[in-house]
């Protein structure tokens, strides 16, 4: 498969290629040249698949030749290993839990995928460093899904003070190849570093730096397995509904997961609509009404991993409707909610239902509580988050003291370790060559 900038003024390369690069020198997004189809039989057998087989069938087209089949068979095999249940929340709602992995986040698949394409890619030149700003999630899920990787390191550059205890833990008691540095600076003074350092001619000349942020293609497109897998558990419990009676509801920040179900979709899965939700940082939803796109700075809300202004998977969404608003819109149905819409939800859900609802999740399930009755389907919002993640959100509004999972449990006693600099160019890349002469 090749991959096209979105803007169109970067030549064309392959899986491998669009994957180190990870974004086109013209400032697009990667996009397949084309989208497989996939058979009836494909759809018939699909219910009773495994994941790992399943996975395999859906991504196969899109990284060949750069990765050989037995290949992407061992990789899916040891990427698609947490389950990913599908559970009954009300009556023609269900949720589909992205969040068994070991972050207890959806971003642990395409982090984990991602990072044995790169390995795949690295093991026969010099070692790579994975350069990696984050302001929380994304530092979280990039040190999992590559920690032990043979001649990948890691460096993850975070605002010191501004993550959460559980955040910061996870990405800073690995060890092994995963490095954290503590920025005195904002999150987006890491990012503008890491920005700095991509395009340094030093650093380039003495290490291969590749980044594993959101848009990259390796990261993105494994999260479409997930839509396939939910269908094929939907049919199962509800095999007497047409096929095509499902809408699903996508908690969204960079729209990365929702633009991913929407290739899904054009690759034949029958699920007739989407719903774009977000919180207050809701630019997709007043395009969707308006027809004007305009990003703004993001706002702070309980749903922190959805406080983006500025949509960077969004071109993407356009590119697979040829940039036609009203074919958009024919699928895809906009909605956001507020912090207090969103602590209700949690409240009464966890009344009515017994299911306790995360922040991110919660906004995609009163999105279906909207929009069901007039779309006339079912609905699967997708719980992108383990509630506990968001411990003191939680706990402050069911006045309880929310399990921490296994997963989380398991940082909680090892050593922080991590380095410190100024929000300074020269110390990062002080940091960056002395890291790499010890690799060599
Ligand atoms: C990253 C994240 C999102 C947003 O996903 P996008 O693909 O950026 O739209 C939603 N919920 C949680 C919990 C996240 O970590």
New binding site residues.
Partial sequence: MKYYSTNRQSPELSFKEAVIKGLPLDKGLFFPERVPELPPSFFEALPDMELPELAFQVLKEFTAPDIAADQLRAICNEVFTFPIPLVKVEKGIYSLEL?HGPTC???DVGARFMSRCLQAFATKGKPVTVLVATSG??GS?VANGFLGVENIEVVILYPKGGVSEIQEMQFTTLGQNIRAVAVEGTFDDCQSLVKQAFSDPELAKEMQLSSAN?INVARWLP?MVYYFYAWGQWKKLEHTRPAEELTIS???????????GLIARKMGLPITYFIAATNRNKVVPDYLESGVYSPVPSVATI?N??D?GS?N?FPRIQEMFGNNLEAIQQVVKGFWADDEEVKAAIKETEAKDDYVL?P??AIAYLALKKYLPALHTTGIFLE??HPA?FKQSIDEILGGDIALPEQLQAFLNRPKQSASIKNDFTMLSDLLKEQNKVNA
């Fill in positions: 969040f986040a959806f971003k999630d994304t899920a959101s999260q996508v908690p969204s920040g960079n729209f990365g997961n929702l633009a991913a749903a991993a959805m983006v949509p998977n995360d991110h999740g992108t988050a993640k």
